[in-house]
């Protein structure tokens, strides 16, 4: 009697990757360019050119000025410190740890610099009033 061939197990393969979605808006790098991340970028770029200036120039109203600047970089912070806070849950719920954890890093150094700003703003204010 004859036996019939051994079958080997198929090999597995496994399913191809899924592919990337494609991208709705244009990119700078990873950066998704939306109207709130050009607003955050002149605002942050533009406090800090103003604070510079304030600096730099001798002025009767330079604690005014610079408390202005400063309420303006503070308010920017605190807007990256919640954007942060967003794209480090999204990340957290697509088990992405190592992005989470540097997102968290990054958001609340954004804050800790936000009460830094906020302090020098109400000091700033009450200096202009004495």
Known sequence: MTEPPATEPPAYDPPPPEPLPARRRPHLGPIPISPINVLVT??????????G??????DVDQIRLL??????????????AILSLAAMWRAASRSSVGR???????????????????????????????
């Open 53 to 58: 200036w304030v600096v730099l120039n001798r």
């Open 100 to 130: 989470a954890f540097l997102l968290a890093i990054f958001g609340g150094l954004a804050g800790l610099g936000a009460i830094g700003c906020f302090t020098v703003t109400a000091l700033s204010a009450m200096l202009w009033t004495t």
């Open 42 to 51: 002149l605002m942050l770029i533009g406090s800090a050119v103003f604070i």
């Open 67 to 80: 408390a202005a600047g400063f309420a303006v970089l503070g308010a920017t912070l605190v807007v990256i």
